[in-house]
T-cell receptor
Framework: QQQVKQSPQSLIVQKGGISIINCAYE??????FPWYQQFPGKGPALLIA?????SEKKEGRFTISFNKSAKQFSLHIMDSQPGDSATYFC?????????????FGEGTQLTVNP | EAQVTQNPRYLITVTGKKLTVTCSQN?????MSWYRQDPGLGLRQIYY???????DKGDVPEGYKVSRKEKRNFPLILESPSPNQTSLYFC?????????FGSGTRLTVV
């Protein structure tokens, strides 16, 4: 059972455009929502994260929008650059009795054309 | 440099031949985890560990074993690998606010 669903699976954007990746979750116990960026041949790296008590978080060209009532969140990449070409994973985390666990979405392969 | 080190990076093996993928972290993290990455399926958790001698199953534990005898090390063991375990494997350490991932181990079972 996939608790975090991510779309689209792939995305092609022109340089300077806006890239938008969407995620939806089912479990309302999730209380931390990070995004990871993965370049070919590398492990995923934490990009930006948000807690459900805020609706938006911005770090440079990257913005997370969060809609708690709809159980959805999205990553916006403004002024997309070829160097942003990577696979992006949304994730959700919550505390459990045995600690915290991250549940990942399926991933989005972003290609930014020059 | 804070890092998670996995070895080997690439491995081709035959069905049924036991293998171990090592993972070591130098950040004194209590939490460590193994994931496998397959196209269209994202990152799926295999096993995780909250501390020495404390391990638990993730979402896809079948066919895998782990051990946590030292805080820094968390090896992944495939007792009898099968072709459906061909995948890209990642070890991670950290906690609630973020994980540090290793560079991955690409395993092919023929």
């Amino acid at each position: 059972q996939q608790q975090v669903k991510q779309s689209p699976q792939s995305l092609i954007v022109q340089k300077g455009g806006i890239s938008i990746i969407n995620c939806a979750y089912e479990n309302t116990a999730f209380d931390y929502f990070p995004w990871y960026q993965q370049f070919p041949g590398k492990g995923p790296a934490l990009l930006i994260a948000i807690r459900p008590d805020v609706s938006e978080k911005k770090e440079g060209r990257f913005t997370i929008s969060f809609n708690k009532s709809a159980k959805q969140f999205s990553l916006h990449i403004m002024d997309s650059q070829p160097g942003d070409s990577a696979t992006y994973f949304c994730a959700a985390s919550m505390w459990e009795t045995s600690g915290s666990r991250l549940t990942f979405g399926e991933g989005t392969q972003l290609t930014v054309n020059p | 440099e804070a890092q998670v080190t996995q070895n080997p990076r690439y491995l081709i093996t035959v069905t049924g031949k036991k293998l171990t993928v090592t993972c070591s972290q130098n950040m004194n993290h209590e939490y460590m985890s193994w994931y496998r990455q397959d196209p269209g399926l994202g990152l799926r958790q295999i096993y995780y560990s909250m501390n020495v001698e404390v391990t638990d199953k993730g979402d896809v534990p079948e066919g895998y074993k782990v051990s946590r005898k030292e805080k820094r090390n968390f090896p992944l063991i495939l007792e009898s690998p099968s072709p459906n375990q061909t995948s890209l494997y990642f070890c991670a350490s950290g906690g609630y606010y973020g994980y540090t991932f290793g560079s991955g181990t690409r395993l092919t079972v023929v």
